[in-house]
């Protein structure tokens, strides 16, 4: 079993910067891999990044560029580096993990899930 817990949303102006932090628990959290999703109001929830246990990255086209995923196995904690931030990136953003060591962009292929942080970005 994994718990996981988001921090770090809130608002900021169109062009400014946050990062998420996912805070997980379980001793085999380095075999995990984990991913970001986000759900906008009205909109089905998507795929952003996800990271591998080995470290291995993978971005939606609408954040390469802009999104960093990175991870420390030692502290169990995945972070999300957002970076010229747009208001379309306005969404609750959910951090996920998977019992397994690929990256995969379907929100059923993911395991656990944490409440969800809000990011709002104003135009």
């Known amino acids: 079993q994994v718990q996981l817990v988001e921090s770090g949303g809130g608002l900021v102006q169109a062009g400014g910067s946050l990062r998420l932090s996912c805070a997980a628990s379980g001793r085999t959290f380095s075999s995990y891999t984990m991913g970001w999703f986000r759900q906008a109001p009205g909109k089905e929830r998507e795929f952003v990044a996800g990271?591998?246990?080995?470290?291995?990255?993978r971005y939606a086209d609408s954040v390469k560029g802009r999104f960093t995923i990175s991870r420390d196995n030692a502290k169990n904690m995945v972070y999300l580096q957002m970076n010229s931030l747009k208001p379309e990136d306005t969404a609750v953003y959910y951090c996920?993990?998977?019992?397994?060591?690929?990256?995969?962009?379907?929100?059923?292929?993911?395991?656990?899930w944490g409440q969800g942080t809000q990011v709002t970005v104003s135009s």
């Open positions: 990271i591998s246990w080995t470290g291995d990255t």
């Open positions: 996920a993990a998977r019992r397994d060591r690929t990256i995969r962009i379907g929100v059923i292929e993911y395991d656990y």
